[in-house]
């Protein structure tokens, strides 16, 4: 039988099988296809043979944490990865985004925000695009294609999870003009901006980082500080 393309596939890596079988059939009542995985050793090889659209994981797992799961699949991995966590510091929460997360909830896990955070993540890449916007976009060694979600810098490949290349392509598309944080953060991650949420900051730290530009003293991606960031067109050549 052939595959329905238009049923998403959720990988869910979570070692409590309770809460991992609530959160299936809460998915798949959603119509979604939803596999599970009870170890991060495992998830891998699961990735490889399943193709998932999106990742839920746990950050506690036995055989690998979920932190080195991440770390391990972002470079062979560019769908979002969704991160479940028990604990609500900072610290974890800014980890699993340095490390390449798109997203995370924190425990207990309601039905319904998990639901809504899923289907922001697996929105994007598929926002229609406007008729006057550009399919790709060059500046100076800097290209950017939207339809293919590749990014070269002086022909080497820059890989990207989904909410970076979603960065990068908002900052770029509008070069020259600050974009509040406020804007980026409900046009990238998908929700109105709590005052505290470090999720876009980590995020342009990490596109400095994979662009060659400075985290100290930026000239490609600046800070304006007291209102958002700059993307500077002038700093690619």
Not at 24 to 31: A, I, P, R, V
Not at 38 to 55: H, M, N, Q, S, Y
Not at 97 to 118: H, N, S, T
Request: net charge negative; with cysteine; aromatic share 8%.
């Amino acid at each position: 039988m052939a595959e329905n393309k238009s049923v998403k596939k959720i990988l869910l890596v979570e070692d409590d099988r309770q809460l991992s079988n609530l959160i299936t059939e809460f998915l798949e009542s959603e119509g979604m296809h939803v596999k599970q995985e009870f170890r991060g050793d495992t998830v891998a090889k699961r990735v490889e043979t399943f193709t998932p659209d999106l990742i839920i994981l746990d950050v506690m797992l036995p055989g690998k944490d979920g932190f080195a799961v991440c770390r391990d699949l972002r470079p062979t991995f560019n769908g979002p990865i969704l991160m479940l966590t028990a604990k609500g510091t900072d610290f974890d929460q800014v980890l699993g985004l340095e490390i390449g997360a798109d997203d995370y909830v924190i425990k207990p896990v309601e039905p319904r925000v998990l639901l809504a955070r899923v289907n922001a993540l697996l929105r994007r890449g598929q926002l229609p695009q406007s008729s006057n916007e550009a399919a790709d976009l060059t500046i100076g060694e800097l290209f950017i294609s939207r339809g293919s979600r590749q990014v070269t810098l002086s022909g080497e490949n820059i890989e990207l999870t989904s909410q970076e290349f979603d960065l990068l392509w908002l900052l770029a598309s509008r070069a020259g003009e600050v974009q509040n944080r406020d804007y980026i953060y409900k046009a990238v991650v998908g929700r109105e901006y709590d005052g505290m949420d470090r999720s876009v900051d980590v995020r342009v730290s990490r596109l400095r980082k994979k662009l060659h530009d400075s985290n100290e003293t930026p000239f490609r991606i600046k800070t304006i500080w007291g209102q958002g960031y700059l993307f500077v067109p002038d700093a690619w050549s």
